[in-house]
């Protein structure tokens, strides 16, 4: 009788289908690591932008507490002088953060002034910016101007 050899395969996969199995692997990681850059990059102009928010509701107090009132107020009957632009590079508390602000008076209402501040960053090396605007009244705020009336004389 002739001898027959059987052969016993171990149930392991080949190295064909180990070299699939860790393209597919590495094409998934790939993917999974764009998305988490997308995301952290998204966040970061989210914080940003809501930084930006707070820079400008900052900006509008000091234009209303110590610019306005240290402007030359206007003669009677006249129209208000105008006011300069601001730059303020960086914003205090928001080093990453600059603003420009204009002024826009209107001139029915003399003491109304538009308020447009203009706040850039970089993002991801990319001078980026928001604008925000307000109508304010030019006068001093209204904390300081019943101060005054009740200061003794």
Same mark, same amino acid.
């Given at each position: 009788?002739?001898?027959?050899?059987?052969?016993?395969?171990?149930?392991?996969?080949?190295?064909?289908?180990?070299?699939?199995?860790?393209?597919?692997?590495?094409?998934?990681?790939?993917?999974?690591?764009?998305?988490?850059? &997308?995301? /952290? =990059?998204?966040?970061?102009?989210?914080?940003?932008?809501?930084?930006? *928010?707070?820079?400008?509701? !900052?900006?509008?107090?000091?234009?209303?507490?110590?610019?306005?009132?240290?402007?030359?107020?206007?003669?009677?009957?006249?129209?208000?002088?105008?006011?300069?632009?601001?730059?303020?590079?960086?914003?205090?508390?928001?080093?990453?953060?600059?603003?420009?602000?204009?002024?826009?008076?209107?001139?029915?209402?003399?003491?109304? &002034?538009? /308020? =447009?501040?203009?706040?850039?960053?970089?993002?991801?090396?990319?001078? *980026?910016?928001?604008?925000? !605007?307000?109508?304010?009244?030019?006068?001093?705020?209204?904390?300081?101007?019943?101060?005054?009336?009740?200061?003794?004389?």
């Amino acid at each position: 009788m002739a001898e027959t050899h059987i052969i016993h395969r171990s149930g392991g996969f080949t190295l064909v289908e180990m070299l699939a199995a860790i393209g597919i692997l590495t094409l998934g990681l790939t993917a999974v690591v764009g998305v988490m850059s &997308v995301g /952290v =990059s998204t966040r970061r102009g989210a914080e940003l932008r809501h930084r930006a *928010v707070l820079a400008v509701d !900052q900006v509008l107090l000091g234009v209303a507490t110590d610019y306005f009132p240290a402007q030359p107020p206007a003669e009677d009957g006249a129209e208000p002088p105008p006011l300069e632009p601001l730059i303020i590079d960086p914003i205090p508390d928001f080093p990453e953060l600059k603003a420009r602000v204009e002024f826009t008076a209107d001139p029915d209402v003399p003491n109304m &002034v538009l /308020v =447009s501040v203009w706040v850039s960053w970089l993002e991801e090396g990319l001078s *980026v910016g928001e604008k925000f !605007q307000r109508v304010m009244d030019r006068r001093a705020p209204f904390f300081q101007r019943v101060a005054r009336l009740v200061e003794p004389r």
